[in-house]
């Protein structure tokens, strides 16, 4: 069964901590995607991946930043964790342009 | 970035009712999907409509994607409890700047059913 495995459900954090959120695919997908999902505000991506090595911003990219050092993993890294950082995140990756995706789970943060 | 309009945002309904809910654009949309969210679980794809015009059914689910290729539909018959969650569209564009193909999201119908 193909998958998409974020590393954690639930998070914990304080602010000012480095957080990072993990997300591992199995299906040899070249793209991969990290968004947030808060109430009324539907799924807002953060950055997105074509190829390893390679990132671009989404439509939220402030306070983010994003690696793919290798092609099934593209973590996603809060620097310095605020409190408006809390929320439910979502990665997703898809075979290629044109393509639908598979999410993850999801990891729910909260920055205290 | 671009949007989806979908609605309604939220539907409490009897079991056993049938639900409709729809994503208007003002641009034309190559293809459409429709994905469903259990709570606190991340969104798992649906139906997927490829053709303007297509009417495609999963089980109690029918989708259509419009002719004019601005809109989509999604039904869902005789609801029953396990029917809850959050129901997204999303549509991919050939062309949309950089972004080769990507998925935009409308912000989602909350269905709730009432046994």
């Known amino acids: 069964d193909v998958k998409v495995t974020q590393s954690s459900r639930y998070l914990v954090k304080r602010t000012g901590e480095k957080v990072f959120l993990e997300c591992v695919q199995d299906?040899?997908?070249?793209?991969m995607f990290w968004y947030r999902q808060d109430p009324g505000l539907g799924l807002r991506l953060i950055y997105f991946?074509?190829?390893?090595?390679?990132?671009e911003k989404g439509d939220i990219p402030e306070g983010y930043s994003v690696s793919r050092e290798k092609k099934e993993r593209f973590s996603l890294i809060l620097e310095s964790a605020s409190t408006n950082q809390t929320s439910m995140y979502l990665c997703a990756s898809s075979y290629g342009p044109f393509y639908g995706y598979t999410f993850g789970s999801g990891t729910r943060l909260t920055v205290v | 970035g671009q949007q989806l309009n979908q609605s309604p945002q939220s539907m409490f309904i009897q079991e056993g009712e049938d639900v409709s809910m729809n994503c208007t654009s003002s641009s034309i949309f190559n293809t459409w999907l429709w994905y469903k969210q259990d709570p606190g679980e991340g969104p798992v794809l649906l139906i997927a409509?490829?053709?303007?015009?297509e009417l495609t059914s999963n089980g109690r689910l029918t989708a259509q994607f419009g002719i004019t290729r601005k809109d989509s539909f999604l039904n869902i018959s005789a609801s029953i409890p396990s029917d809850v969650g959050i129901y997204f569209c999303a549509g991919q564009q050939l062309h949309y700047g950089g972004s080769q193909g990507n998925l935009i999201f409308g912000k989602g119908t909350k269905l709730s059913v009432k046994p």
């Open positions: 299906m040899d997908h070249e793209n």
């Open positions: 409509l490829y053709k303007a015009g």
């Open positions: 991946s074509y190829d390893v090595k390679m990132k």
